[in-house]
């Protein structure tokens, strides 16, 4: 187990000098210069493996797979590419640009909930959850007044 540049864990196989030194194909394998083939793989291979296969075999689960992909993420990114200055990122350094994606997803999100408008809840259940005491009386007769008003509205 070994952890590239990017902080990412792999897996890695190296063959010997000694099995490849002899074999024909060394050269269209190895190239002329390395004496050794060297696989790296993630260490989530037999996740993406899994994934490939449910693909390949089953067409009905991919075209739904896509078709949720297009109409969830795909307009986020459009929206964010077209109208949040997402085209070209002009900051240096990864810090800086980590910032400028992070300030368009938020605003992004900010939007987004500004013109979220909550379903109107029923207040029944909160009346009754209430437990009555000498105060909480006056409590309910306002409950049950605000939600004759809603009702109205």
Same mark, same amino acid.
């Given at each position: 187990?070994?952890?590239?540049? @990017?902080?990412?864990?792999?897996?890695?196989?190296?063959?010997?000098?000694?099995?490849?030194?002899?074999?024909?194909?060394?050269?269209?394998?190895?190239?002329?210069?390395?004496?050794?083939?060297?696989?790296?793989?993630?260490?989530?291979?037999?996740?993406?493996?899994?994934?490939?296969?449910?693909?390949?075999?089953?067409?009905?689960?991919?075209? @739904?797979?896509?078709?949720?992909?297009?109409?969830?993420?795909?307009?986020?990114?459009?929206?964010?590419?077209?109208?949040?200055?997402?085209?070209?990122?002009?900051?240096?350094?990864?810090?800086?640009?980590?910032?400028?994606?992070?300030?368009?997803?938020?605003?992004?999100?900010?939007?987004?909930?500004?013109?979220?408008?909550?379903? @109107?809840?029923?207040?029944?259940?909160?009346?009754?959850?209430?437990?009555?005491?000498?105060?909480?009386?006056?409590?309910?007769?306002?409950?049950?007044?605000?939600?004759?008003?809603?009702?109205?509205?």
């Amino acid at each position: 187990m070994l952890t590239d540049s @990017k902080g990412y864990q792999k897996k890695s196989y190296r063959s010997s000098e000694k099995s490849c030194a002899n074999c024909p194909l060394r050269q269209s394998c190895c190239g002329k210069v390395t004496k050794f083939k060297k696989l790296e793989e993630s260490i989530h291979k037999p996740l993406y493996d899994r994934i490939h296969e449910k693909i390949t075999k089953n067409k009905r689960y991919f075209k @739904k797979m896509v078709k949720r992909r297009s109409s969830t993420v795909e307009p986020i990114l459009g929206t964010l590419i077209n109208h949040h200055n997402m085209r070209r990122i002009n900051s240096r350094g990864k810090n800086q640009a980590n910032k400028h994606v992070l300030s368009a997803a938020l605003s992004y999100n900010l939007k987004k909930y500004l013109k979220f408008t909550p379903k @109107k809840s029923k207040l029944f259940a909160q009346i009754c959850a209430l437990p009555i005491r000498k105060h909480n009386v006056l409590k309910i007769e306002l409950f049950s007044h605000n939600l004759s008003l809603l009702q109205l509205n």
